[in-house]
């Protein structure tokens, strides 16, 4: 079992980036794939970006392809979102969700992710 927390939202610029962390408390952190989710006012919770647990295959949504990086440290039981470029669209509550197993399965509907974050803020003002 594992519970994620986020961290590293706040107030930026458009064009300005922003890196998220999700610390995941634990002894089996490299035994889950992880994804960001993220979530707009009025609108539904979104695939961003997920790894595998040993980090070596990544998957993006195309809204965020070339300008997100997600990347963990399994030493550090820490997963981040690199997020460049960013637009007022990017605007969101972001998730950090946890999915058990160490396959090379692409995780991209959150239904699927057994532990979540309780989000952080993105506010991207134009």
């Known amino acids: 079992q594992v519970q994620p927390v986020e961290s590293g939202g706040g107030l930026v610029q458009a064009g300005d980036s922003l890196r998220l962390s999700c610390a995941a408390s634990?002894?089996?952190?490299?035994?889950?794939?992880m994804g960001w989710f993220r979530q707009a006012p009025g609108k539904e919770r979104e695939f961003v970006a997920t790894?595998?647990?040993?980090?070596?295959?990544?998957y993006y949504a195309d809204s965020v392809k070339g300008r997100f990086t997600i990347s963990r440290d399994n030493a550090k039981n820490t997963v981040y979102l690199q997020m460049n470029s960013l637009k007022p669209e990017d605007s969101a509550v972001y998730y950090c969700?946890?999915?058990?197993?160490?396959?090379?399965?692409?995780?991209?509907?959150?239904?699927?992710?057994?532990?979540w974050g309780q989000g952080t803020q993105v506010t991207v003002s134009s």
């Open positions: 969700g946890a999915k058990y197993g160490r396959s090379s399965i692409r995780w991209v509907a959150g239904s699927e992710y057994d532990y």
């Open positions: 634990g002894r089996t952190f490299s035994s889950y794939a």
């Open positions: 790894i595998t647990w040993s980090g070596d295959s990544t």
